[in-house]
Structure formats: structure tokens, C-alpha cells
């Protein structure tokens, strides 16, 4: 695990930008990368579409959904569309929108992963995935005390989330887990706890810690906000 800390603006998206440009190029072709949602990744999506990058050869896919239609200002899918996506010739997967079933829609959704990403010792493995952490400690749409923590089979699924009383999509431990890299893009003060605690407390439970069991190459971007609560200076 690789810890950097970068000053937020045009310094954060670009050092972000060249993570994954240099992952994907490395990756070969084809290659895959795990969008997240939020605000934090756009302006490294704007930016990473100025790099030399063989988009004819990458899939796109989103980590996590909200159930909502995909022209709703919430979707990640519509914003991933239009940071990046629209923008490069790249294949892209939005989550499909079932307004009569989220568990439906998220069994479809693996299935197309099931197609586009690479197996590894029998197992599907993601090239690239970028995530966040709430200042819950959850990652993706893995909320802490929530059903899909405990899922052990199934790659992408629905649940309800009783704290914002909403369903949502989720990429699950058993994908993520089989990553070859993880970038985690995370910037203000509001998150500096969580990121304290994931990082230096052995004995933290929050979701975004448990990504942590995996093989993957893990690299953590932060803002110099994120960071201000870290008692050891990151190597």
C-alpha cells in the first residue's frame, strides 16, 4: 500500500490521471477500469482525457450505482458519461435502470461483467478500480452494517441502505478483492477521520479498511485536507 498526498485542484487530478493512465498501460489490451461516482473523481476524468491512453481497447464499468433512472442527476453512469465516457471511444457499461427490480438490474450487471473482464485463477479480476470513502468509512455502495458486507458469491448486488433509506448497486468484496490495483481518490477535511482510522488503526472495521484483504497494488490519493488528521507522514 502506497500512501500520496497531493494539493487539491489541478495537482490532485493529475497525479491521479497519470496513476491510471500508467496502470492501463500497463495492463495491455484489453484492459478495464472501475469508475466511482461522486464528485471527487471529475476533474481527474477531465483530465485523464488528455492522456495518451488506447481507449479502443478499455472498458469502462461503474463500482456502484444509486437506483434511479440513468438521466437522473444522481446516476454515476450519467456522470461518468459526461466526464469521461462521452468523450473517448472507449466501450462503456452503464448499470442498467429495472424500475420494477434493483436486485434484477444488479444480476444483470454481473452478468456483462462476467463478459467483458478478465478471469485470473478462475476468478473475474479487474484491472483498474477507483474508489472513495464517505466520512462513514464505506466505500463503493458498501455502507458499514449493511447486508452486502457479508457477501461471499455474488459479484454485484442490490440492497437497501437504512441510513439514507435508499437502494443501491454495488460492486462486492469477492470482485474487488481479485483487483490488480486500487486507486482510493479521497479530498477534504470532512473525510480526514475516516482516513486516519482506515489507515493507522490495525483494529478499524469500516468498509473501505476490508478492501485491504485483497492482493491488489493499492494507492491512496489524498488532499492535503484528507490528510490532516495522519499522525505519521505518509512514504
Do not use: C
Not at 462486492?172 to 477534504?188: D, K, M, N, Q, Y
Amino acid at each position: 500500500m502506497m500512501v500520496r498526498i497531493a494539493t487539491e485542484g489541478r495537482e490532485f487530478a493529475a497525479e491521479a490521471a497519470d496513476t491510471v493512465s500508467r496502470w492501463l498501460a500497463e495492463a495491455g489490451a484489453p484492459a478495464n477500469l472501475a469508475l466511482a461516482g461522486g464528485s471527487t473523481p471529475v476533474p481527474m476524468y477531465r483530465e485523464l482525457r488528455t492522456r495518451d491512453v488506447d481507449w479502443k481497447n478499455v472498458v469502462l464499468w461503474v463500482g456502484d450505482e444509486r437506483w434511479v433512472p440513468p438521466d437522473h442527476e444522481d446516476n454515476n453512469g450519467r456522470m461518468a458519461r459526461d466526464a469521461l465516457a462521452d468523450h473517448v471511444p472507449a466501450t462503456f457499461l452503464p448499470v442498467p435502470y429495472d424500475p420494477t427490480s434493483p436486485d434484477k438490474a444488479a444480476a444483470d450487471y454481473e452478468a456483462q461483467l462476467r463478459d467483458a473482464l478478465p478471469e485470473r485463477n478462475g476468478r473475474l479480476s479487474p484491472d483498474i478500480v477507483l474508489l472513495g470513502i464517505g466520512d462513514d468509512g464505506h466505500t463503493l455502495s458498501l455502507f458499514p452494517e449493511t447486508a452486502a458486507l457479508e457477501e461471499t458469491e455474488r459479484l454485484y448486488v442490490a440492497h437497501r441502505v437504512p441510513k439514507l433509506d435508499e437502494w443501491r448497486l454495488t460492486a462486492t468484496f469477492p470482485l474487488i478483492h481479485e483487483a490488480r490495483h486500487i486507486l482510493f481518490l479521497v479530498s477534504g477535511e470532512g473525510k480526514a477521520a475516516a482516513v486516519a482510522r482506515i489507515l493507522e488503526q490495525t483494529d478499524a472495521t469500516d468498509p473501505a479498511k476490508r478492501v485491504l484483504d485483497g492482493d491488489a497494488e493499492v494507492v491512496w490519493l489524498l488532499d492535503e485536507g484528507a490528510a490532516s488528521n495522519l499522525k505519521r507522514t505518509p512514504v
